[in-house]
Each structure stands twice: as C-alpha cells, then as structure tokens.
C-alpha cells in the first residue's frame, strides 16, 4: 500500500520502475548492473518473433497475462500496446560462463503494468530459452479516493527456479523489491547526478573490478595508515577500475596502442598510482606529504614528497591525463593546469624563457593540446581559499560540482559528468577528454583562462560570486582584454597545505588531559551502579554526551572544540575504556562477546597497551590476563618493533 493521498502516482510508478530496469544492483547486491536495448513498441507477433518462437503454449499463457485473461483485441486500442525493452543482467562474478541471462520489459502505460520475461541465451549454441516459470507482472493498482497499491502476479508460483544471482527467491521480490519500489514511487526524486558508471560499459567496468580486487586484496592485511583499510583499498580499487575501463575505451576510439600516461597530484596514499603503474600504465603521484605506506610499494612506484604550487613549475608536458582523486585545493586547478600545457611559442616567447629550453624542445616535439583530466571532488576549494556557496536551490555538493565543471567549461574541455560505484558519499567525477577550441585558437583561451581566475581573487584572497559562465565576449569570462595575465604569476595568492599535517582528532592533546576526562567520565558513569547485584563486576549507567559535558569545566570544553568531533571524538578514541552509540557513552564491558569478536586475545600476542580498568577499575579488569589484549602491569607489556613489510611486485 502507498501511504494515503500519494501525489506522486501514476508517475511515480514508472520512475520506479526505471530504477529497477536500468539499476537492479541497487537493490540485488549480486549484480554489478544490466545494460538495456533501446525501447520499441510491440505487439503480440513482435513479441513471438523476440523469444524466437518458443512452444506455443508457453507463448499464450504470457499473453493471457499480459492481457490479464482478456481478449487483447478487447483490451488495448493501440496497434502495439506495449513498450519493450530486453535488459541483460551483469552479475559481479561470472555465474553463467558463456551464456546471458536477459529479461524482455515489457510496458504497459494505460494500465500501468510492467512485465517480466526472463530468457537465457546460449550465444556458442545460437539458442534462447524461455524461463516460463520466473515470469512476473508488478500493477499499480487505484483503490479510489487516493488510494494505490503494488501487486505482484507470477504465471506460476511452484516453479519458481531461484539460482540467487540473476534470479531471486520469489519471496524476495514482495519482501524486499516491491516496498523499495513503493518508496521510490512515494518519492519520484529524480538525482541530482547522473547513474553510476553512465560512460562506461557496465560489463567491462564489473569483469576488470573482481581481476583487480581480487589481485591486491591482500593490501588490507599490510595496511599501515591510521585509516579504513577497507574502505580505503577496495576504494582506489575501484577508481583505478574506471579509469582503466576509459583508458582502454579511449584508445579504441583513438586507435591507440600504447598505454596512457598520468600524473596524479595530490596522491595521497598513493595506492591509486601503485595499481595503475603496475596494470601498465606510466606515471607518477605528487603529494605535500610522504606516507608511511609508500616505503611498501618498491622502486616501481614514482611518488613525489613535493609541494604543488599551480605555476609553469607544475605543467607536465608529454603526459596524457591529470587526476585529482579528492585533490582538495588543487581540485579547480587541476582543468587549469591540463589545459595550460600548451603553450604558443609566438604568443608567449617572454614566458618559454622564464621556464627553461627544455620546454621549447617539448613544445616543438609534441603537442600538448591533446591533456585529459579526471577529478573527484571532495572538499569545497575555490582557486585561493574554501569555496562560498552562491545559490540555496541546490545541495552545496551539487553546486561545487557544478563549478568545477564550469571551471572546465572555461578552460576549454568538453567536460563530462559520471558517478563512481565507491564506498563513499562523494562519487561523482568530472572527466575532461576533449577540447572545444581548435589548437589555433590557444591564446584567446588562455586570456579566457586567466580573466576567470583572476575573478574570483580579491586582495583578501575570497573567492568572489559569479553568477555563471558568460558565452560572449563581453563579461569577464570571454574578453581578451584582461590586464596581468602574465603566465609566471598565475598561480597568484594560492597557499598551498603545509607538508607537516595538522592533527585535530584529540591525539595529539596532553597525555594528562586526556587521562584526567576518562578518569572523571568513567567515575561519573561507575557512580550509577544501581541495580548492580553484590559481588558483581560493575559497569555503571549511562550518559548522553551533553550531560558528559556538563561534568567538564568550561575551559576543558573550549580546548576540545578546537579539535574535530570534540568531546564525542575524545570518547571514541578511548576505545578500550568507553563505548559511544547513538550518542550515549557506556562502559565497555570486555566479557561481552560481540567485544571480544572484534579483538580476540590471541595466546603469546604483544600487547602494546596497559589495560586501564586493571589499573583503575575499583574491581580491576573482568578478565584474566590471558584472556585480555591488553597488559596487566608494566610486566606484561611488550611493545612492538616489527619494521614495515614491503610489497610484492602485483
């Protein structure tokens, strides 16, 4: 049922109903995606013609169901009433060998039915099957007054043939597909971005992802950073993926044969530059700050410990693409600094001298108007400083999205939007694989260029409000008449990061500060025994975290709001001590299972850290030392000093 005067119905329905046609992995995890044919109206002879003349009695039960047992002749006015389509299903592993399993949609607008044909086809043998038995119908349904509901009708119910892939368990499809789809209909919500992967063939993209993840997810063990490993590996997995999947598209437009090259500025990790070095590609990672991941990845692996100040300095001539994954405030400068590899030797003979002759000799070898870039944005940067919003009307990611694109709509790309299936909340990327302007027209660009940055620089160094890209020549954008476009001052009041990163996450706070909230929470928290049996370990009550701050003295609180996440980040970090859920902080209690699943204590193990409730717990701690990963006295404590492990060659 829809929840009661749904305004969003009949419509509603079928922009649902695309959801599920175009994207079923949002909602069965087993696939990667579907690719679709383009729609045709049918009638009932297309239809026995497109599964290829299959018996005779399989063909009139669908028909009894599409017509609902009535005469088709009786039902529809049109000489082809439905709309279809033939989806091809894309599952994450290769399930079906050499065969494909695809469904023909067919749409039924007046009466606001969709139907399910799913047929397996054996290209080796040339021959398609109808699954009679998997056949299903979704109806939207008026109950009058308002009222809507989704049925789903099967043809048959005790065949039902689920391999748990391409084909659900029939239970699944009302348990789980149709309130999705009920939901998606309440909403008709249409994204702000496009689809994921909407520039690539989704089969590719699926087929190379499980070749890569299968081949450096061993990373996740070695991992040596502070953060996810998890998240982070299969993370640059998968953008490295795209980014193969469009390299090996490009040069088969282009007819290319050697691999692209790259630079990727601000790398980070430089896990990204290591997998796409290793799949073949020539290149180098530049960052402000070495990583300690870097020493595991050997020789092969170019990354720069290096400052990136935009100049004639950071140009990088002879080299394909750009990449900016979460490049924070090089992000609107990286279409800039593509785009300004080329450089007319007529136009800019003053600036060519300032560089070196090296770069005369790369300009008369090779072009550079043929760069590429890809960005991911992240952070909100503008050319010299954060970003200001311009406009409510939409969300502030939509709107920084919008102005990279528009920076690379000046510098002159044809820019492209797509979304990234990654384990993130920031998935859309800008790619820019071609110019708009011929190679002749290079310095009226880059008058274009430097008049729009130059806009949005005041003295302050804030980014100044435009309202949009002007396409004529008499706004900033389009005139050649802008003063100071000198090329070695572009880079203008653009600061770069310090290398030395700033730690904000209640780490680096004194030891006896930290120490001294823990003692004064776990005291509050012990103090709210009630209820605790005699004899029993005590664990205390709760708090919410406001009445955990109105225990701490004013100054405590104005110190940890200098720091990201404050008192609640304080808490977390104090793992071993305090357990943080839904906002409220709890003693942990290690006897629990689900605590001891997350770390079990394994025999000989070196323990790094004292256990705190031994030391402090009115009880001590509620396990045996041998049972405990933590040290229990200065005895058991055994730091560690194995060095870092290097990386096999992937």
């Known amino acids: 049922m829809f929840p009661p005067g749904c305004k969003s119905l009949p419509e509603g329905f079928w922009s649902a109903v695309e959801v599920w046609v175009k994207k079923p992995h949002v909602v069965n995890k087993r696939l990667c995606g579907a690719t679709e044919t383009e729609s045709r109206d049918v009638d009932i002879e297309d239809l026995r013609i497109l599964l290829d003349n299959n018996d005779e009695e399989s063909l009139q039960d669908v028909f009894l169901l599409l017509c609902s047992?009535?005469?088709?002749?009786?039902?529809?006015?049109?000489?082809?009433?439905?709309?279809?389509?033939?989806?091809?299903?894309?599952?994450?592993?290769?399930?079906?060998?050499?065969?494909?399993?695809?469904?023909?949609?067919?749409?039924?607008?007046?009466?606001?039915?969709?139907?399910?044909?799913?047929?397996?086809?054996?290209?080796?043998?040339?021959?398609?099957?109808?699954?009679?038995?998997?056949?299903?119908?979704?109806?939207?349904?008026?109950?009058?007054?308002?009222?809507?509901?989704?049925?789903?009708?099967?043809?048959?119910?005790?065949?039902?043939?689920?391999?748990?892939?391409?084909?659900?368990?029939?239970?699944?499809?009302?348990?789980?597909?149709?309130?999705?789809?009920?939901?998606?209909?309440?909403?008709?919500?249409?994204?702000?971005?496009?689809?994921?992967?909407?520039?690539?063939?989704?089969?590719?993209?699926?087929?190379?992802?499980?070749?890569?993840?299968?081949?450096?997810?061993?990373?996740?063990?070695?991992?040596?950073?502070?953060?996810?490993?998890?998240?982070?590996?299969?993370?640059?997995?998968?953008?490295?993926?795209?980014?193969?999947?469009?390299?090996?598209?490009?040069?088969?437009?282009?007819?290319?044969?050697?691999?692209?090259?790259?630079?990727?500025?601000?790398?980070?990790?430089?896990?990204?530059?290591?997998?796409?070095?290793?799949?073949?590609?020539?290149?180098?990672?530049?960052?402000?700050?070495?990583?300690?991941?870097?020493?595991?990845?050997?020789?092969?692996?170019?990354?720069?410990?290096?400052?990136?100040?935009?100049?004639?300095?950071?140009l990088f001539p002879g080299t394909d693409w750009l990449i900016g994954n979460h490049s924070d405030e090089l992000t609107p400068w990286i279409p800039v600094i593509a785009a300004r590899r080329v450089i007319s030797k007529h136009n800019h003979t003053q600036n060519c001298q300032l560089i070196s002759p090296f770069w005369n000799n790369i300009m008369d070898r090779r072009s550079s108007h043929s760069c590429r870039f890809f960005v991911l944005p992240c952070c909100f940067f503008d050319f010299y400083g954060k970003y200001q919003r311009r406009q409510c009307k939409k969300s502030q990611y939509k709107e920084y999205i919008d102005f990279i694109a528009e920076v690379s709509q000046v510098c002159g790309f044809d820019t492209e939007e797509d979304c990234l299936r990654i384990p993130s909340t920031k998935r859309v990327c800008l790619v820019g694989k071609s110019r708009s302007y011929k190679q002749s027209d290079e310095a009226e660009f880059e008058q274009r260029r430097a008049c729009y940055i130059r806009s949005r620089q005041t003295p302050a160094g804030a980014g100044v409000q435009r309202s949009g890209v002007g396409k004529n020549r008499d706004c900033c954008h389009g005139s050649t008449d802008c003063e100071g476009t000198s090329g070695t001052t572009w880079e203008g009041g653009f600061r770069p990061r310090s290398g030395v990163e700033a730690v904000r996450n209640c780490t680096a706070l004194p030891r006896d500060f930290v120490d001294g909230i823990v003692l004064k929470v776990a005291d509050a928290l012990l103090g709210m025994s009630e209820g605790t049996p005699l004899g029993a370990w005590n664990k205390g009550g709760s708090l919410s975290v406001r009445e955990v701050a109105a225990l701490l003295q004013q100054e405590t609180l104005q110190l940890l709001k200098k720091e990201c996440g404050g008192l609640q980040t304080l808490l977390r970090n104090n793992y071993q001590v305090f357990k943080v859920e839904g906002g409220t902080v709890y003693i942990r209690d290690w006897r629990d299972r689900t605590e001891n699943q997350r770390r079990p204590a394994v025999p000989d193990a070196l323990k790094t850290r004292l256990c705190w409730f031994h030391a402090h717990h009115p009880q001590g701690c509620p396990l045996q030392e041998q049972n405990c990963c933590f040290a229990h006295g200065a005895d058991d404590l055994r730091p560690s000093t194995r060095p870092l492990k290097k990386l096999k060659n992937f």
């Not at 039915?113 to 054996?122: A, I, R, Y």
């Not at 748990?164 to 939901?183: E, F, H, T």
């Not at 989704?202 to 991992?223: A, D, P």
Request: glycine share 6%; with cysteine; proline share 6%.
């Open 69 to 314: 047992g009535v005469s088709p002749s009786n039902t529809h006015q049109k000489d082809k009433p439905w709309s279809s389509t033939v989806r091809t299903f894309i599952p994450k592993v290769n399930y079906y060998g050499a065969k494909q399993q695809k469904e023909v949609v067919l749409k039924d607008s007046d009466r606001q039915h969709v139907t399910f044909l799913p047929f397996e086809e054996d290209t080796a043998a040339g021959r398609v099957s109808l699954k009679k038995c998997n056949i299903y119908q979704i109806r939207l349904c008026s109950l009058g007054s308002e009222r809507w509901a989704l049925e789903l009708h099967v043809l048959t119910s005790d065949g039902w043939f689920s391999d748990g892939v391409a084909y659900p368990k029939l239970p699944w499809l009302s348990s789980d597909l149709l309130p999705k789809l009920v939901r998606w209909a309440a909403e008709s919500k249409s994204s702000e971005f496009k689809s994921t992967l909407s520039l690539l063939p989704v089969e590719k993209y699926s087929l190379m992802y499980q070749q890569l993840k299968e081949k450096y997810k061993s990373m996740v063990k070695v991992w040596p950073e502070v953060t996810d490993p998890e998240k982070f590996v299969f993370e640059d997995v998968a953008i490295a993926t795209y980014l193969l999947v469009l390299w090996a598209e490009e040069r088969t437009v282009k007819s290319l044969s050697a691999p692209q090259s790259f630079v990727d500025l601000g790398c980070g990790n430089g896990l990204l530059v290591h997998i796409l070095t290793n799949e073949g590609h020539p290149g180098k990672g530049i960052d402000v700050r070495r990583r300690r991941i870097w020493d595991m990845y050997g020789p092969q692996t170019v990354l720069e410990e290096k400052a990136i100040t935009p100049s004639e300095s950071f």
